[in-house]
């Protein structure tokens, strides 16, 4: 049986402890042999990030080495384009085609999938993921009518459909809250040493310290 390889993308602009705990704790709840994080070179869906892409790797690099069994995944960086997630599952699909893909994805995102290209595909290149946030509302009847069919028919509470099968299924996995956000960060960190202070404690002490070595995400300097 091929281990399972979880995926998690996002613009990590900076990476920081909600990202990183997240990772390992759904890493933990599935058995998982390894997850990605995946930097987002160009996100087609978000604002232009504050940081440069290589900037960013280096940011997840740096938190992902405080955690075993996480690493970061440069391709999106280095893939020309916006970061399509169906061109990364097709590429790590196509690198092993034995190995069964876990992608990570929150319940807002989930939410909004028909929005995501070619997005029918990714049941065919992987299982997704719902991260629930306890307390946070999910509404099924919500759903746009063809992602709404998805879950009914793909849902699963069966653990080991994830090994035993390349892709294909929805599982719901509950985490612990993370009161923690990029967008607080940046805004901590534009008001100078006041605010590097604040947010000690929220990412990686490695992390930090590279931000304050290249001047990222202060109000007077250019983080690209």
Known sequence: MIPT???LGGTFDPIHYG??????????ALDLAEVRLITAGDPPHRPVPIASAEHRLAMTRLGCSEFPGLSADPREVRRPGPSYTVLTLQELHDEDSTRPLALFIGDDAFA?????????QLFTLAH?????RPGAPF???ALPDALKVQWERRLTTDQSRLYRQLAGSIMRVPITPQAIAATQIREMLARGAEG????????PASVLAYIERNQLYGSDTDAN
């Open 112 to 120: 909004g999938l028909t929005e995501w290209r070619r997005w029918q």
């Open 19 to 28: 990202h990183l705990r997240l990772a390992a704790e759904v890493e933990r």
């Open 128 to 132: 997704l993921i719902v991260v629930a």
């Open 196 to 203: 590097r202070a604040q947010v000690r404690g929220l990412l």
């Open 139 to 141: 509404d099924v009847a």
């Open 5 to 7: 390889l979880g995926i």
